[in-house]
């Protein structure tokens, strides 16, 4: 077997793998939810705990869930024993992973961790085992096999259990309503902060670097303004001031080729009427989701007057560091 074959091997057994365990999906889903919803409410927090690669996949989710608003920690099942309980409070979930449900390091820590007051979420691979029985809430990840050949190495067990702590993370924030603002909130940084935070206002080239002309001026003239603006296109106005068109430098070179008489004729004869624009108060967000779903080039921003302020290059968005 080719690599190229092993890899569509084991991304088709992994895809298998996560059908069957969303085909077990039921009420104990809605349970979980429900229990992680109060414990929260009342100021608990989430506290996962797993062994080795379930312990890796589980600090995965523990960011996840933190990231979008759910407090959630990994308490190392070892350190456990030795002073790191004193993270669980009463109220806590606990977030137990084991795809066996017999860890022994695990099911050591649970007597440790039932003289809380704490609900047990597990997600396991075994509704008939230790950890299941000692759990309030259960929910299966159980795979028809591991994509290792040897059906041993954590493999699709493990995606299932990271899909699942995503389904909940993802289930959490809707339940609580938690919003585009607030997911801004909890990454003030790197590139979804910047996106998240920035209005179109901060990164819109303005004054003499936004290209901006009446429709009758001749396209002769239009040129020279966008030169000295710099700018591969012009917002074109009406004699209120309010956006009627834009020109490109892509407009230019299309009619150019069949008019000769192009550089005589007003803007508003060879402009496209009604282009794509983005309020000036708008999120940079808004206006990168424009540039990928419309393929253009170079976006106008308009006041609440809908007069042009603004423009926006698709060149400036990897300078500005939110693409």
């Not at 989430?46 to 933190?66: C, F, H, R």
């Not at 024993?81 to 009463?90: V, Y």
């Not at 967000?285 to 809908?306: G, H, P, S």
Request: glycine fraction near 8%; aromatic fraction near 4%; charged fraction near 25%.
């Amino acid at each position: 077997m080719s690599h190229l074959a092993k890899a569509r091997e084991v991304f088709a057994i992994e895809l298998a793998a996560l059908k069957a365990v969303s085909a077990q999906l039921d009420k104990s889903f809605d349970a979980a939810v429900e229990t992680i919803i109060a414990a929260l409410k009342q100021r608990g927090k989430i506290v996962i705990v797993g062994i080795g690669k379930s312990g890796n996949v589980g600090a995965k989710i523990a960011a996840t869930l933190t990231s979008t608003g759910s407090t959630a920690v990994v308490l190392n099942s070892v350190d456990a024993l030795h002073g790191d309980l004193g993270i669980i409070n009463d109220g806590d979930v606990i977030l137990a992973l084991s795809y066996s449900g017999e860890s022994e390091e695990l099911l050591n820590l649970l007597p440790a961790l039932k003289r809380f007051s704490v609900k047990f979420i597990s997600l396991t691979g075994n509704l008939k085992s230790s950890l299941a029985k000692h759990s309030d809430v259960s929910l299966s990840v159980k795979v028809p096999k591991e994509a290792c050949p040897f059906n041993l190495a954590p493999t699709s067990s493990t995606t299932a259990t990271l899909v699942m702590g995503d389904a909940l993370a993802m289930a959490v924030l809707q339940a609580r309503g938690f919003k585009q603002k607030d997911f801004a909130k909890y990454h003030p940084s790197g590139a979804i902060g910047r996106a998240m935070l920035l209005k179109v206002g901060d990164i819109m080239r303005s004054g003499e670097r936004n290209a901006i002309a009446q429709e009758n001026l001749p396209v002769k003239e239009a040129l020279m303004v966008m030169t000295r603006a710099k700018s591969g296109s012009l917002g074109v106005i009406d004699a209120r001031g309010k956006l009627v068109g834009i020109f490109t430098d892509g407009d230019f070179r299309r009619h150019m080729a069949s008019d000769e008489n192009l550089l005589s004729k007003p803007l508003k004869q060879v402009m496209t009427r009604n282009p794509i624009a983005v309020r000036d108060d708008a999120l940079a967000v808004e206006a990168l989701k424009i540039f990928n779903e419309r393929n253009i080039d170079d976006l106008i921003v308009v006041n609440a007057q809908k007069k042009p302020v603004g423009l926006i290059d698709s060149q400036d968005l990897p300078k500005l560091k939110i693409m």
